[in-house]
């Protein structure tokens, strides 16, 4: 074995007291010390004079010696491992350091030093394997028991970037001020005294090598034992892993964004979250601008997006508080300079990478105030992507350095693209969440009612709770629908299920209900009629829609009619939870209406229960999601509604939010709808009704009956219409009715005017030609009122008609 050296050992291990010996150019020995002696065991007087070679243990070795002097001479010295003869005959193998010298008169000579193997530490021999650790591409080092450097190899050297001469004999806290020595000294005194060795610990810092740059180590320290087994000191091997620490960061920054980036469904906030987890690991401020229509949830535009596109600051973060870097605040324009390197990203999709910022370049010098930040914090460094998703554009993302010695570098971009794709994905959803969202929420506004009103009949006030809070759609649902004579249709239901599904549906039977209320339909009537349209719903989306069709099918519904000049309250449900009824100063009940089948099963009829209710009573329509929760069942949801009802001082409003935190005690498991109604009943002097006989003369009384009263109630000002309109209903009902006729008059907050008569068979409103000599009085009817229409009722059936009361004329008397 051999190799070479520049210089041996040093300090306690240097070759001071090694074996030494003068070699001639000959080859003949021609100087001995004591110490070659005795380690040969040969005194000088027996090996002066002869051949070195006569020395080696074999021929091989004195072939390998001329090898040797070759070397010397080309190289300036030689270290290597040898056999040689003692005195005793016995091999010993030494390790030698060869090195040229000049004898006094000029001559070409070897000085020699030679050690025992056995007895001297490996790690101690100037020897070949000196000159492989010194060139090794690992930094080595020997340290002695009090921790300072005895060896040191020449890639530690260039590690430290101080010269060795200034680190042998001193500590590690003397020249590396960069590096936590303490940790390091702490490692190493730990091996000193366990013993045991510590592989592949890792640190960072710098050096005096490059004193800007962060670097990555990798360590071992072991210790080292003497042939007696007394500790000599403790040696380290370390290579520079900072490549392979920058991946490992940048790997951990990906996982760690991924798990901070699109929490939330909300554009501005997962852009936030995206310049929040680059900083500080990978920028010292990140800039996250999106286009105008992203962040309303629209459709980004495909293909190139114009020359100017409108950009938003939609996230920004930096290592100094407030982001002060940044020209602009979240959500406030950005001005897209056309200069701008790369200035075609949001087009191509192509990023780009400034590693070092000239302040005087066009697009900085372009905008003063940008150059003045550029300037105030000494930003040097820029890396801008683009967020594109299905190959659209959505915005922008800017990476700027400043503290950060370090200029961005390709392997940087490369993070930061895939940084910056993972958020666009997340962006991209919250933008497609925001317009589904919307277009739900509009859904449900267009769905249920804007407002609610029961006129003079009812004081109304509700509530909805869907249980998807964040998306704000289900499928429960309720209406106050105003009818004819005064009276008000009270409605609510529950549809199967949850979530946009459930909504649709629910806007159907929405829409049916109130086509099915115009008719003037009685409850249990209009419910079987809608069990029809369920069925034939449920049919056709059975093979388009298999969800629609589950939830149509087995949708409940309770349908209640108000009457306040009889304050008769009739009422049908499917399936439906009865109502709670409240009368002052008594206590809550349920009604035992009959039940009903769900919507869409149409199996049995449905059947109407009627019921007196006196003038303030608390009519209380609730859905399942109210009384039946995670935390309680349905007899204990009913008891709680009970006992929160009877609050007759309180305003519906507050009486709505009383019940919901009453009853809502837990997480809410299914969407509730409330809706509380407070009746109110016409006073006698707001109603006029006369029965008329079948007499075409009684047609100028009924004008006369109707004039008087319009006097007495104030609305002199409607007396020639409301005349035209009894004179033409009554003259119909004499001509194509029997029995008794019945003249209504309702003064609210319209004037209403009933004919009633016993015939089945309803008018119909038709166009006379200009020949004809009647025909006409309906369409008449028609023209001069606010509305008209027909409903049957036990007797036969009733015409009415409605007009708008005169400003100043519409309080309406209730007692």
């Not at 001329?66 to 010397?72: G, P, S």
């Not at 000029?106 to 020897?127: Q, Y």
């Not at 109130?514 to 449920?538: Q, S």
């Amino acid at each position: 074995m051999e190799g070479g050296t520049r210089a041996g050992l040093v300090g306690p291990t240097d070759l001071s007291h090694a074996a030494t010996a003068v070699i001639d150019k000959h080859g003949i020995i021609v100087g001995w010390t004591g110490a070659a002696e005795r380690l040969l065991g040969h005194p000088g007087a027996d090996v002066l004079g002869r051949p070195a070679s006569d020395l080696l243990a074999s021929s091989e070795d004195a072939s390998r010696v001329a090898e040797v002097v070759e070397r010397c001479r080309a190289a300036g010295c030689w270290s290597g491992f040898l056999d040689v003869r003692r005195s005793d005959g016995q091999y010993l193998k030494v390790g030698l350091q060869i090195s040229p010298m000049a004898d006094s008169e000029g001559c070409e000579c070897w000085l020699v030093f030679a050690i025992d193997l056995a007895k001297t530490p490996s790690w101690a021999v100037s020897s070949v394997l000196e000159g492989f650790l010194t060139r090794s591409p690992i930094g080595m080092a020997v340290l002695s028991p009090d921790l300072r450097y005895v060896w040191m190899n020449d890639t530690l050297e260039r590690y430290g970037g101080i010269p060795r001469e200034e680190r042998l004999g001193r500590r590690m806290s003397d020249s590396l001020p960069g590096l936590d020595t303490a940790a390091l000294e702490a490692q190493m005194r730990r091996v000193l005294e366990t013993g045991e060795p510590v592989i592949d610990y890792e640190y960072q810092g710098w050096t005096w090598a490059e004193p800007h740059r962060q670097h990555a180590y990798s360590t071992s320290f072991f210790r080292l034992l003497g042939a007696d087994g007394d500790v000599l000191g403790v040696c380290y091997m370390g290579m520079d892993v900072t490549d392979r620490w920058k991946a490992r960061e940048r790997l951990n920054l990906l996982n760690e964004a991924g798990a901070r980036i699109g929490r939330t469904l909300d554009v501005m906030r997962t852009a936030q979250e995206l310049a929040e987890a680059a900083v500080p690991r990978l920028a010292d401020c990140v800039l996250v601008d999106l286009l105008e229509p992203v962040l309303h949830g629209e459709e980004p535009t495909p293909g190139p997006v114009g020359s100017k596109p409108v950009l938003l600051r939609a996230g920004m973060h930096s290592i100094r508080a407030g982001t002060p870097e940044s020209i602009v605040r979240r959500g406030e324009p950005v001005d897209l300079l056309p200069s701008l390197p790369g200035g075609q990203f949001l087009v191509d999709g192509q990023a780009f990478l400034t590693p070092r910022l000239d302040p005087d370049s066009a697009w900085v010098v372009e905008d003063p105030s940008r150059a003045e930040k550029i300037r105030e914090f000494g930003l040097h460094s820029v890396m801008v992507v683009p967020l594109r998703a299905r190959g659209n554009p959505l915005g922008v993302a800017s990476f700027v350095r400043s503290r950060h010695p370090d200029p961005f570098e390709e392997d940087d971009l490369l993070l930061a693209e895939e940084l910056v794709a993972r958020a666009a994905v997340s962006v991209d959803n919250a933008r497609r969440y925001a317009r589904e969202h919307a277009a739900a929420l509009a859904l449900q506004r267009s769905l249920l009612p804007h407002a609610l009103t029961g006129g003079s009949a009812l004081e109304v006030a509700s509530r909805y709770l869907p249980t998807d809070v964040q998306g704000g759609v289900g499928g429960d649902w309720f209406d106050v629908i105003p009818l004819s004579g005064a009276r008000v249709a009270l409605v609510v239901g529950d549809v199967v299920g949850h979530g946009i599904n459930a909504a649709v549906t629910m806007g159907r039977l929405r829409t049916a209900v109130h086509t099915l209320a115009d008719m003037d339909l009685p409850p249990e009537e209009l419910l079987a009629h809608l069990d029809d349209l369920v069925i034939r719903l449920a049919e056709e989306e059975d093979q388009n829609d298999e969800a629609i069709a589950t939830a149509v099918l087995g949708a409940t519904c309770l349908y209640a009619v108000y009457d306040p000049v009889t304050r008769r309250c009739t009422m049908a449900r499917a399936g439906h939870p009865p109502p709670a009824i409240a009368v002052p100063g008594g206590s809550v009940t349920f009604p035992d209406l009959p039940a009903g089948p769900p919507l869409g099963l149409g199996s049995l009829p449905f059947e109407s229960a009627e019921l007196e209710l006196p003038e303030g009573s608390l009519i209380a329509l609730y859905t399942d999601g109210l009384i039946e929760t995670c935390d309680q069942d349905i007899d204990v949801g009913l008891t709680r509604l009970s006992d929160v009802l009877p609050k007759p001082g309180l305003v519906l409003e507050d009486l709505c939010t009383l019940v919901v935190d009453a009853l809502l005690t837990g997480p809410q498991t299914d969407d509730v709808a409330l809706l509380l109604a407070r009746t109110r009943a016409l006073s006698p002097n707001q109603v006029a009704s006369w029965d008329l006989p079948t007499d075409p003369a009684i047609v100028a009384s009924a004008r006369s009956l109707t004039v008087r009263q319009l006097t007495e109630w104030g609305l002199e000002e409607l007396e020639m219409t409301t005349e035209l309109v009894v004179s033409e209903l009554v003259t119909n009902a004499i001509r194509h009715a029997t029995g008794p006729i019945r003249l209504r008059l309702i003064r609210q907050d319209v004037l209403i005017c009933e004919v009633s008569d016993t015939s089945n068979t309803s008018p119909r409103l038709r166009h006379a030609r200009t020949t004809d000599e009647g025909g006409r009085g309906l369409f008449l009817v028609a023209q001069m009122t606010r509305r008209w229409g027909t409903r049957y009722i036990a007797a036969g059936k009733l015409i009415w008609a409605e007009q708008d009361l005169p400003r100043g004329r519409s309080a309406i008397k209730i007692q």
